[in-house]
């Protein structure tokens, strides 16, 4: 093997995946790096879920209120036509 032979990237790559292999404190090292990362990972999912009920709650609020609204406060238009409606003998 010449020295240029080293220089490549695939010979870098299996150089340092063989160091991290036979070493205990490189193997530590990336087993509490995998723990943390998916810690994070898991800790992130849960952040957004409950972000995600707040929003889902907020909005069904807002539509139930509307709705509400709605049913309860006919515009000026419809207010004079039920009452209308209402007086006339059938």
Wanted: glycine share 12%.
């Amino acid at each position: 093997m010449a020295v240029d032979d080293y220089f490549e990237s695939e010979v870098g790559i299996a150089v340092t995946a063989t160091a991290a292999l036979l070493s205990p404190k490189a193997r530590r090292v990336l087993r509490r790096g995998l723990v943390y990362g998916a810690a994070g990972v898991l800790a992130a999912g849960e952040v957004l879920a409950s972000a995600g009920r707040r929003v889902g709650g907020a909005v069904s609020e807002v539509a139930a209120s509307g709705e509400a609204a709605s049913k309860e406060e006919p515009t000026a238009g419809e207010g004079r036509r039920s009452t209308r409606a209402a007086e006339t003998p059938a």
